[in-house]
């Protein structure tokens, strides 16, 4: 940025106060605004009404929220989809494994035979 | 967005709860065993057990179990016969009925011989009697 004095930085802040700076200007002002050398009291009235435009501009990411709570609520109606497809597992699972890996073994018939051997063997008529 | 996220940890809460079998030691044994070599497991849901009025099957059988599969069984049961409200032991064969809950039944079968193992972990609204009577006759 070109080196000015700080009667020209004074000069386009009164400008600024009468609307009469561009953009570019307004950029250039602010850039020295933050710098050491503004640090007279001079610009105080300056860099309050900046600042204060600065801050009480309305924020973008507002709009943000919105997405994120669809997202939870996507997210939360998945997991509830999945734990309704594990529980109808559950409820109609009929598997038989050996050694970890399944067969194609009829689990009732199995369990059929090992309940009957059960039963033989335990006395359960005095009962 | 802490009431999904409450929402979500309920869910998945009831979930898990669903079929840990009650948090029985025995739990571990089909957890552990069911991988082995010489172990048939079966699982069956309540959907394919309404003619017996169960909600829950699960086996372990283990061909030629080695003495310690024997023992871990053996010691795992026991911690469970503790809360059983019956006890029947007949020549290897044991059954242990545990305390109802919400009138639902559960039950442990166990019986070793030098051949196989067998522990067997069943819940339902059926009585002792009423199961007995239903697998003695499906094998005539």
Redesign the interface.
């Known amino acids: 940025m070109k080196q000015h004095d700080l009667s020209y930085w004074e000069a386009m802040a009164e400008r600024y106060f009468l609307a009469e700076t561009t953009e570019k200007e307004e950029a250039q002002l602010r850039k020295f605004l933050c710098s050491s050398e503004a640090q007279d009291s001079r610009f105080d009235e300056i860099k309050a009404t900046m600042s204060y435009l600065q801050v009480s501009r309305p924020k973008r990411n507002v709009s943000v929220r919105l997405p994120?709570?669809a997202i939870?609520?996507a997210?939360?109606l998945f997991?509830?989809m999945f734990?309704g497809w594990?529980?109808y597992?559950?409820?109609?699972?009929?598997?038989?494994?050996?050694?970890?890996e399944d067969t194609e073994t009829d689990?009732?018939v199995?369990?059929?035979k090992?309940?009957?051997?059960?039963?033989?063997?335990?006395?359960?008529n005095d009962? | 967005?802490k009431r999904?996220v409450s929402?979500?940890l309920i869910?998945?809460s009831?979930?898990i709860d669903?079929?840990a079998q009650r948090g029985l030691s025995i739990q571990s044994a089909f957890d552990e065993l069911?991988?082995?070599?010489?172990?048939?497991?079966?699982?069956?849901?309540?959907?394919?057990l309404k003619k017996y009025k169960l909600s829950f099957?699960h086996?372990l059988?283990i061909q030629n179990p080695s003495s310690n599969e024997q023992q871990r069984i053996e010691a795992l049961l026991q911690s469970d016969a503790e809360q059983a409200i019956l006890h029947?032991e007949?020549?290897?064969?044991k059954?242990y009925e545990l305390p109802e809950r919400k009138g639902m039944h559960y039950y442990i079968?166990y019986?070793c011989s030098s051949q196989s193992l067998?522990l067997?972990y069943i819940e339902g609204k059926a009585s002792?009697?009423q199961?007995?009577s239903q697998?003695?006759k499906?094998?005539k």
Do not use: P, W
């Open positions: 994120l709570k939870a609520v997210a939360c997991i509830a734990l594990y529980q597992q559950q409820y109609n699972i009929s598997s038989v494994r050996i050694a970890g689990a009732s199995v369990m059929q090992q309940m009957a051997e059960m039963f033989n063997s335990l006395d359960l009962r | 967005m999904i929402i979500i869910l998945l009831v979930c669903a079929h069911a991988v082995k070599k010489n172990v048939t497991e079966v699982v069956m849901g309540a959907g394919r099957f086996s059988e029947e007949h020549s290897g064969h059954l079968f019986r067998t067997i002792l009697k199961i007995e697998f003695l499906s094998k």
